[in-house]
């Protein structure tokens, strides 16, 4: 599997409609970009106890995504291109029921392991200015992955996002975004289950292990 890449981003602290600080607006950069263990060496993660180094180092929101929110929330006209989700990748071709918690790619020189799915926040909500916007997204199972960084390198819009070994089967970013965040949850025995995966990220674990009661 070959996706090439359309825009990597990053951003920096900037204030939202409804006053409170984030860098989830982010812009594509051009050249050669830096990638390390805490992600895009230039890249603003303002929130550090919910995004960022080392399990969610790196977050690839599908580009696909956009026009099923347009369809459902209108223009939203602060989700103008690649990066308006937070997304530090951005491709065509690739979502959430393609890739598997523990799938390794490299991009550039880099190699990436997929964690988790995103947990959308209200975050999202007060960017778009759109309410509801995080519910649907969390139901629809369209909340974007992200990555740690298993081997710092770099990497520029264009390169391919290539796939060089598969992670947990059965176990797509979908499944494990709907399992732990979804209106109805998976039952406890699946939960566990994903809370076993070798790949799985601390924080997903202490999420699911708050939907289990520990």
Not at 27 to 36: A, N
Request: hydrophobic share 35%; glycine share 12%.
């Amino acid at each position: 599997m070959k996706i090439a890449v359309d825009a990597i981003c990053a951003g920096s602290a900037a204030t939202l409609p409804s006053g409170s600080t984030s860098a989830i607006s982010k812009q594509p950069l051009k050249g050669v970009v830096t990638i390390g263990e805490r992600g895009i060496e230039i890249d603003t993660q303002v929130d550090r106890k919910h995004h960022g180094y080392p399990a969610m180092a790196l977050h690839h929101y599908p580009h696909d995504n956009y026009a099923w929110l347009r369809h459902h929330f209108g223009a939203l006209p602060r989700l103008d291109g690649p990066g308006s989700m937070g997304e530090n990748i951005s491709t065509i071709g690739l979502t959430e029921h393609d890739v598997l918690i523990g799938d390794r790619f490299r991009l550039g020189s880099a190699l990436i392991e997929v964690t988790q799915p995103r947990q959308p926040c209200s975050t999202i909500e007060q960017h778009l200015e759109a309410k509801g916007i995080v519910k649907a997204i969390v139901a629809s199972g369209r909340s974007g992955w992200f990555y740690r960084v298993l081997e710092p390198g770099t990497a520029q819009a264009g390169d391919a996002l290539e796939l060089v070994e598969r992670g947990h089967a059965g176990w797509s970013v979908a499944r494990a975004g709907l399992a732990v965040y979804g209106p109805n949850r998976a039952p406890d025995s699946e939960l566990r289950e994903l809370a076993s995966l070798e790949r799985v990220s601390d924080r997903h674990i202490g999420d699911i292990n708050k939907r289990l009661g520990v």
